[in-house]
């Protein structure tokens, strides 16, 4: 009876406050009649009418009587949406820390309860942390996860929200390609599935990629009409402020002024604090370009405030920038540089095209008016004393030594600041590269699989129908043909042994099943099977581990295994795999011919190139040591988290 209370009560809820109230009143009288599990989930339902209306202190007292009332009764489910609407509520209130807290919480009981949806959901929220706070390799990484989730739970809504998510990272990061192709993949499966909010964002995000054209304006103007039409006034004030910036690079002031105005009254209504902080940022810069100067400031600096209080890291280098113009037009260089410094100095943590030359321009033209200001002076000085010439002159020297010296030094000062951020650029290059042979390795291994299956599923039953076929005929043939029923017979025997061994090969059931020391055993085994070598396998790795790295190091025992088999002519293996202080090390001996190791330099096979850069993509390194007659020795060590 009080479940079908509960669910009366939420059939009924209204989007009206006056409905609201009477459904927070009708949830607090159940909450005193009901169990523990269902008193959490009436929390709950009292934590999200709370948010409904705003009131952030009461939805944050119930999400957490929400999440001490699961834990009472040890129930894991409850717990994982406790923590979850905890995260909700921090993200609102900008505390990103205490945010992903609870979002990494909810996501450990998520995990516990198999809870599939919830961990892709999950890995979305914590995304939006990540992009907010500029952390974009980590973002990357959660949003990918999501990705594979909603595919395989075939979830086409949530698949698009990331890819959106996606597309607006590959835009900040000036990846415009990249982010229309992802774009255009959201707005083309969210028309299949009519999502009309879905598409007039991706509409917003797409127009944004057009470096504001007529082509932005018509997809800018189409998700507004959508907007409007949907009733969604704060993701239509988004849309007015992409309208300004647009309009103001087309020249349109007056349609500027319009949209921009607009986007104001709305992001301040209704708006959280990051909205805010990015709607003055565009207007000052606006307000600026139209000579309005005292408004330009007033926005700048109210966005600087809004940013830096609340961490929104992803703002400051286009903010620096405005307020850098700003400056600069009103003639105070010295501000200006100080700003534009800033603006280079994010950049060059996020892109290999730096904007230094600008502010050595800056700089420059700071210092040659500073400069002609004492030059005038000098001049002035020597008409009024004529008799001090030669003390002028000295003056003038020390004057040129100084200046000389103050050149050097900033020289110097380029030359080490253009080192530092060659060093980065390399170090983000690596970075980038890591993560694209990341996502390589994970798409080919998951290849693997479905090729794998499709032989074993497919062709494999294909030709054990065959071999029915082919079984009925015996005793049923002419005797001259027994012999060609029987030939036919063992060849589809040999082409069932075949087909399974070569989808063992592409993914070992052992791995994907037992995992990596039971996989590399049958491995071994079957080596050994062969009569011609004897491997020995040493292991102190009892548990399960992560499995991008059971695969990878499996997949390096499997080739280095195929190398000696080739090239070595050994008798003996030995494979050494431990883990000890959080570390995974992996040796593999042979008493084989031996090799110049400076040949793998050389090599032009692709064997060797996949194991080191499978080795690098795990953080770890490799050291090979061999030599004529005497054997190699192959060493790697990868962190990891046991």
Same mark, same amino acid.
């Given at each position: 009876?009080?479940?079908?209370?509960?669910?009366?009560?939420?059939?009924?809820?209204?989007?009206?406050?006056?409905?609201?109230?009477?459904?927070?009143?009708?949830?607090?009288?159940?909450?005193?009649?009901?169990?523990?599990?269902?008193?959490?989930?009436?929390?709950?339902?009292?934590?999200?009418?709370?948010?409904?209306?705003?009131?952030?202190?009461?939805?944050?007292?119930?999400?957490?009587?929400?999440?001490?009332?699961?834990?009472?009764?040890?129930?894991?489910?409850?717990?994982?949406?406790?923590?979850?609407?905890?995260?909700?509520?921090?993200?609102?209130?900008?505390?990103?820390?205490?945010?992903?807290?609870?979002?990494?919480?909810?996501?450990?009981?998520?995990?516990?309860?198999?809870?599939?949806?919830?961990?892709?959901?999950?890995?979305?929220?914590?995304?939006? !942390?990540?992009? #907010?706070? $500029?952390?974009?390799?980590?973002?990357?990484? +959660?949003?990918?996860? &999501?990705?594979? *989730? =909603?595919?395989?739970?075939?979830?086409?809504?949530?698949?698009?929200?990331?890819?959106?998510?996606?597309?607006?990272?590959?835009?900040?990061?000036?990846?415009?390609?990249?982010?229309?192709?992802?774009?255009?993949?959201?707005?083309?499966?969210?028309?299949?599935?009519?999502?009309?909010?879905?598409?007039?964002?991706?509409?917003?995000?797409?127009?944004?990629?057009?470096?504001?054209?007529?082509?932005?304006?018509?997809?800018?103007?189409?998700?507004?009409?959508?907007?409007?039409?949907?009733?969604?006034?704060?993701?239509?004030?988004?849309?007015?402020?992409?309208?300004?910036?647009?309009?103001?690079?087309?020249?349109?002031?007056?349609?500027?002024?319009?949209?921009?105005?607009?986007?104001?009254? !709305?992001?301040? #209504?209704? $708006?959280?604090?990051?909205?805010?902080?990015? +709607?003055?940022?565009? &207007?000052?810069? *606006? =307000?600026?370009?139209?000579?309005?100067?005292?408004?330009?400031?007033?926005?700048?600096?109210?966005?600087?405030?809004?940013?830096?209080?609340?961490?929104?890291?992803?703002?400051?280098?286009?903010?620096?920038?405005?307020?850098?113009?700003?400056?600069?037009?009103?003639?105070?260089?010295?501000?200006?540089?100080?700003?534009?410094?800033?603006?280079?100095?994010?950049?060059?943590?996020?892109?290999?095209?730096?904007?230094?030359?600008?502010?050595?321009?800056?700089?420059?033209?700071?210092?040659?008016?500073?400069?002609?200001?004492?030059?005038?002076?000098?001049?002035?000085?020597?008409?009024?004393?004529?008799?001090?010439?030669?003390?002028?002159?000295?003056?003038?020297?020390?004057?040129?030594?100084?200046?000389?010296?103050?050149?050097?030094?900033?020289?110097?000062?380029?030359?080490?600041?253009?080192?530092?951020?060659? *060093?980065?650029?390399?170090?983000?290059?690596?970075?980038?590269?890591?993560?694209?042979?990341?996502?390589?390795?994970?798409?080919?291994?998951?290849?693997?699989?479905?090729?794998?299956?499709?032989?074993?599923?497919?062709?494999?039953?294909?030709?054990?129908?065959?071999?029915?076929?082919?079984?009925?005929?015996?005793?049923?043939?002419?005797?001259?043909?027994?012999?060609?029923?029987?030939?036919?017979?063992?060849?589809?025997?040999?082409?069932?042994?075949?087909?399974?061994?070569?989808?063992?090969?592409?993914?070992?059931?052992?791995?994907?099943?037992?995992?990596?020391?039971?996989?590399?055993?049958?491995?071994?085994?079957?080596?050994?099977?062969?009569?011609?070598?004897?491997?020995?396998?040493?292991?102190?790795?009892?548990?399960?581990?992560?499995?991008?790295?059971?695969?990878?190091?499996?997949?390096?025992?499997?080739? *280095?295994?195929?190398?000696?088999?080739?090239?070595?002519?050994?008798?003996?293996?030995?494979?050494?795999?431990?883990?000890?202080?959080?570390?995974?090390?992996?040796?593999?001996?042979?008493?084989?011919?031996?090799?110049?190791?400076?040949?793998?330099?050389?090599?032009?096979?692709?064997?060797?190139?996949?194991?080191?850069?499978?080795?690098?993509?795990?953080?770890?390194?490799?050291?090979?040591?061999?030599?004529?007659?005497?054997?190699?020795?192959?060493?790697?060590?990868?962190?990891?988290?046991?």
């Amino acid at each position: 009876m009080k479940k079908l209370t509960f669910l009366f009560l939420i059939i009924f809820c209204s989007a009206s406050i006056y409905g609201q109230t009477l459904i927070i009143d009708s949830l607090k009288k159940e909450a005193l009649i009901s169990s523990d599990t269902t008193l959490s989930i009436v929390y709950g339902e009292l934590f999200w009418n709370f948010t409904l209306q705003s009131e952030l202190d009461s939805a944050l007292k119930y999400a957490n009587l929400e999440k001490f009332t699961a834990e009472k009764s040890n129930w894991e489910k409850g717990i994982a949406q406790g923590h979850n609407d905890l995260g909700i509520i921090y993200y609102y209130l900008t505390k990103y820390d205490e945010a992903l807290t609870h979002y990494n919480l909810s996501l450990e009981s998520r995990r516990k309860t198999n809870d599939l949806y919830g961990v892709g959901a999950l890995y979305n929220k914590i995304g939006l !942390i990540q992009q #907010e706070r $500029g952390e974009y390799s980590d973002f990357v990484y +959660t949003q990918i996860e &999501a990705l594979k *989730i =909603f595919e395989t739970l075939k979830d086409t809504l949530n698949y698009t929200k990331v890819l959106n998510n996606l597309g607006e990272v590959y835009f900040q990061l000036r990846d415009y390609d990249n982010a229309k192709e992802t774009h255009r993949e959201a707005i083309k499966l969210r028309k299949l599935i009519n999502d009309k909010e879905g598409l007039a964002v991706s509409y917003l995000n797409l127009g944004n990629c057009y470096l504001n054209n007529e082509e932005a304006l018509e997809l800018l103007n189409k998700a507004l009409d959508l907007l409007l039409e949907l009733n969604l006034t704060l993701q239509a004030g988004i849309a007015h402020h992409n309208l300004a910036i647009t309009h103001k690079q087309l020249g349109n002031y007056e349609k500027t002024l319009i949209h921009i105005n607009e986007a104001i009254k !709305i992001k301040e #209504e209704h $708006g959280g604090l990051a909205t805010i902080a990015d +709607t003055y940022m565009a &207007a000052g810069d *606006i =307000f600026r370009q139209n000579k309005e100067f005292k408004k330009a400031i007033y926005y700048l600096k109210q966005s600087e405030k809004i940013s830096t209080e609340n961490e929104i890291n992803n703002n400051f280098e286009f903010l620096y920038h405005y307020l850098a113009t700003y400056y600069s037009d009103i003639g105070k260089m010295d501000s200006a540089y100080y700003y534009e410094k800033k603006c280079v100095d994010i950049k060059n943590q996020l892109f290999q095209d730096k904007m230094y030359n600008h502010v050595a321009g800056m700089q420059i033209k700071y210092d040659t008016e500073k400069k002609e200001a004492e030059n005038e002076q000098l001049k002035i000085e020597n008409e009024l004393k004529v008799n001090e010439l030669a003390t002028k002159q000295a003056e003038q020297k020390t004057l040129i030594i100084s200046f000389i010296a103050l050149l050097l030094f900033i020289v110097g000062f380029a030359v080490f600041v253009s080192y530092k951020r060659k *060093i980065k650029s390399q170090k983000q290059l690596q970075a980038e590269e890591k993560l694209r042979f990341k996502a390589v390795i994970e798409a080919e291994e998951k290849e693997r699989i479905r090729i794998a299956k499709e032989l074993h599923d497919g062709l494999g039953q294909l030709l054990s129908t065959a071999k029915l076929n082919v079984a009925s005929l015996e005793g049923n043939v002419d005797k001259e043909d027994e012999i060609l029923v029987k030939n036919a017979s063992d060849l589809i025997d040999n082409a069932v042994k075949e087909v399974r061994t070569i989808s063992h090969n592409m993914m070992p059931v052992a791995l994907t099943q037992l995992g990596l020391i039971p996989a590399i055993k049958e491995l071994t085994t079957k080596m050994n099977d062969s009569g011609l070598l004897n491997v020995t396998l040493e292991s102190n790795v009892q548990n399960r581990l992560n499995s991008s790295i059971e695969i990878a190091i499996y997949r390096v025992v499997q080739e *280095i295994l195929n190398n000696i088999i080739k090239h070595a002519q050994a008798k003996e293996i030995t494979i050494q795999l431990t883990i000890e202080k959080q570390r995974l090390t992996l040796q593999i001996s042979d008493d084989g011919v031996g090799f110049n190791t400076t040949e793998i330099d050389n090599s032009k096979g692709i064997g060797w190139k996949s194991v080191f850069s499978r080795i690098a993509m795990l953080n770890g390194n490799i050291d090979v040591n061999s030599s004529k007659e005497k054997g190699t020795n192959l060493l790697v060590s990868i962190p990891v988290n046991e």
